[in-house]
């Protein structure tokens, strides 16, 4: 069952075409990695998705609604919540009220304690600092409090916007775990954007490549992860390859999927 639909999505800033006519879908439950050098268009496609950009051409279906033309209010609402590029996160507020701001569209008191809980739950170490300032916490702690704050939302669709940027091999491993954890116990389907190929599709299902605004590369991640080398020449644009797909699977990543920490070094 498909969740999210991409069809010939074109954007851009101004004179800069940014994207050129992505497609690609999610089915619900799975985890899809979405991958590309800089610049590739990485960002602004999931903006596109809620609504931080409006798409030039082409559409956005969620759930067989149309997102494109919906306020970034409006699509949260719909179950889409996106965790930005650069924990983004309010320095200023406390770890509780950083996770409040993550409901706001909410208006379900018990419903939303209990995702604060299950958000503890999965971040025990956040509990413990919950009065204190985010912008005190480390790293990765901040990002951990940015993906808590997009699941206060409840969404059914999580877009993660490089997660593991600039975090230590063991923190994005046990990211990574939480992001399975948060797949399985409540079926959350993910589009993960990172520059980390290797840690994105061992815990994806299925995966695309961006070049220069339009997907270079398609396929189950198992496959993707065979032909890393034809995966390198897409990135950096020596030839262009499209790997045939497969239907897309649903999410089968597990936290036991998850290599050593030592193997995680290898971008
Ligand atoms: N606010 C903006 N104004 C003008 N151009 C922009 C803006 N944001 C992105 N771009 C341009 O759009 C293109 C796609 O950028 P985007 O941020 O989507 O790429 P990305 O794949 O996320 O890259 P990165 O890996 O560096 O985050 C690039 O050429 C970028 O320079
Ligand atoms: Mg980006």
Request: proline share 4%; net charge positive.
């Amino acid at each position: 069952m498909t969740l999210l639909r991409l069809n010939a999505v074109h954007a851009g800033y101004g004179a800069v075409r940014a994207l050129r006519g992505v497609s690609l879908q999610v089915d619900q439950g799975a985890v899809v990695a979405l991958l590309g050098a800089n610049g590739a268009g990485k960002s602004t496609t999931l903006k596109c998705i809620s609504g931080m950009v409006h798409p030039r051409g082409g559409s956005i279906e969620f759930d067989g609604q149309r997102l494109d033309g919906l306020s970034p209010h409006q699509i949260v609402g719909l179950g889409v919540a996106h965790v930005p590029e650069g924990r983004k996160i309010f320095k200023d507020l406390t770890v509780t009220q950083n996770l409040r701001m993550g409901a706001y569209t909410r208006a379900d008191r018990k419903g939303v304690a209990r995702d604060m809980d299950f958000v503890f739950a999965l971040f025990p170490w956040l509990r413990e600092r919950a009065a204190q300032r985010g912008g005190l916490l480390s790293g990765g702690d901040q990002q951990m409090l940015a993906i808590g704050r997009g699941l206060m939302a409840r969404p059914r669709l999580l877009l993660l916007d490089e997660p593991s940027l600039g975090l230590a091999p063991m923190i994005v491993a046990s990211l990574f775990r939480v992001l399975a954890t948060i797949n399985k116990e409540q079926g959350t389907a993910l589009l993960i954007v990172e520059q980390n190929a290797r840690v994105a599709l061992r815990h994806a299902t299925f995966g695309y490549v961006l070049r220069l605004g339009e997907v270079a590369v398609r396929g189950p991640a198992w496959q993707l992860r065979d032909s890393r080398q034809e995966m390198l020449d897409s990135y950096f644009g020596v030839e262009r390859h499209i790997v045939s797909p497969r239907p897309c699977a649903t999410a089968n990543a597990s936290p036991g999927s998850a290599r050593p920490a030592s193997q995680e070094r290898e971008a």
